[in-house]
């Protein structure tokens, strides 16, 4: 029987962030909620990896209560367990505090019912800084894989996991002593419609929520903004730029196009005095 734990983040479902200009912190409301993208694949690849092997999955997030939404949408997905970290203390966790809340959680989990394989996503869609993972691998010492797109073996007997992971060049293949801590690409699972006993459970559940004192007693000067290095100075929505010429250079030939560029790139003094 295997323990599985998959560590989800509720996100806005936009890539188009807005941040409110008075308090540099995202604008939230009216834009709906859903599981992070890469997250769903994650849980996709754990309840595939219970099927082979008979076990359970345990979720976590750290949110406000309305993650409990996510929650329920992984145990449709075949979870077993949710448990939401939701405390005013934690808001405005940056990705140090975030790891830290994590970690911690997870390791109180571990001491109760060890953990065999730990699954992050790569990134998280409004953040965007894919630290929370390689954070919660260093703060636990377990080993660590990023961009995990296949699961060739998990052998409890030999405590070893075998992954496929994707660099820029090549697929490399790695073996990691258990329990390690993957972030996952969307590649590493299919997400498959909900079973309808998982759906009716999702209906069902309850999640459990632990908060800043209760079971993990933590450190409130490294939880929220009191434990987040990153202080945000300026936010702002980058100025969209108007887009530049365009040369068909089917229509008016190579030459002509190189010939029209280069006339322009002189005639623009900025870049006629890289020249000079
Ligand atoms: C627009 C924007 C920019 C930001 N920039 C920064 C920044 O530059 N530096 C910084 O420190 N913080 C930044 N933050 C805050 C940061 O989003 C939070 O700290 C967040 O909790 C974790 O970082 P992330 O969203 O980048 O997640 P990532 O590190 O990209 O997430 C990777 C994976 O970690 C797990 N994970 C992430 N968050 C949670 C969670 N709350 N609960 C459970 N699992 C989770 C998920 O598996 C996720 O797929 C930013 C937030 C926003 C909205």
Redesign the pocket.
């Given at each position: 029987m295997i323990h599985l734990l998959?560590?989800?983040?509720q996100v806005p479902d936009t890539t188009n962030?807005r941040?409110d200009p008075e308090t540099g912190s995202?604008i939230r409301k009216g834009v709906p909620a859903i599981l992070?993208p890469?997250?769903a694949h994650?849980v996709a690849a754990a309840a595939e990896w219970k099927r082979k092997l008979g076990g359970k999955i345990t979720i976590?997030?750290?949110?406000p209560p309305s993650a409990t939404l996510a929650l329920q949408e992984c145990i449709e997905l075949g979870a077993d367990r949710g448990i939401l970290?939701s405390d005013r203390k934690f808001a405005g966790?940056?990705?140090?505090?975030?790891s830290y809340v994590?970690a911690e959680a997870i390791r109180k989990i571990h001491e109760e019912d060890p953990i065999d394989l730990l699954f992050?996503?790569?990134?998280?869609i409004?953040?965007?800084?894919?630290?929370?993972?390689p954070g919660v691998a260093t703060r636990l010492e377990f080993p660590l894989i990023t961009y995990a797109t296949n699961i060739r073996e998990i052998n409890q007997d030999e405590g070893f996991v075998l992954i496929e992971r994707k660099t820029e060049l090549r697929t490399e293949i790695i073996r990691a002593t258990l329990p390690a801590l993957l972030?996952c690409e969307k590649e590493i699972a299919e997400i498959p419609y909900a079973a309808l006993p998982d759906l009716i459970k999702s209906l069902r559940y309850e999640t459990e929520t632990w908060t800043a004192e209760d079971p993990v007693i933590y450190d409130e000067t490294k939880i929220g903004l009191k434990g987040?290095p990153?202080k945000v100075s300026k936010t702002g929505t980058p100025k969209q730029h108007e887009p530049g010429e365009t040369f068909k250079v089917a229509e008016i030939g190579l030459k002509e196009s190189v010939d029209t560029v280069f006339e322009k790139m002189i005639s623009n003094s900025s870049v006629a005095s890289l020249w000079e």
């Open positions: 998959v560590s989800i983040k962030i941040i995202l992070n890469y997250d994650a976590i997030t750290m949110g970290l966790s940056d990705t140090w505090a975030t994590l992050f996503g790569k990134q998280a409004d953040g965007d800084t894919a630290q929370v993972g972030t987040s990153t």
